[in-house]
């Protein structure tokens, strides 16, 4: 396979135009740039930071109190 040629990335950039419209699509490039800077960020603050603490242990699970067999309650008759 090729790849991507001029007339594929224009085809494309035509129907991103045609589904969201010329105001749009300026607006998510900002968010989406946005979005990686901050991920970024917290990449690089994650590796900097001590090791997180393991999670305690989940409580004991507690038992039931609804009927373990037998036909189901009625609220009405």
Do not use: N, W, Y
């Not at 991507?4 to 490039?29: N, Y």
Request: aromatic share 4%.
């Amino acid at each position: 396979m090729e790849g991507l040629s001029f007339v594929h990335i224009l085809l494309l950039m035509l129907v991103l135009l045609l589904v969201f419209g010329a105001k749009r699509i300026p607006e998510m490039g900002k968010s989406l740039g946005q979005g990686i800077k901050e991920f970024k960020k917290s990449l690089k603050e994650a590796g900097s930071d001590e090791p997180a603490q393991p999670l305690p242990p989940p409580p004991p699970a507690q038992s039931s109190t609804l009927p373990s067999g037998g036909e189901p309650k009625r609220l009405s008759q």
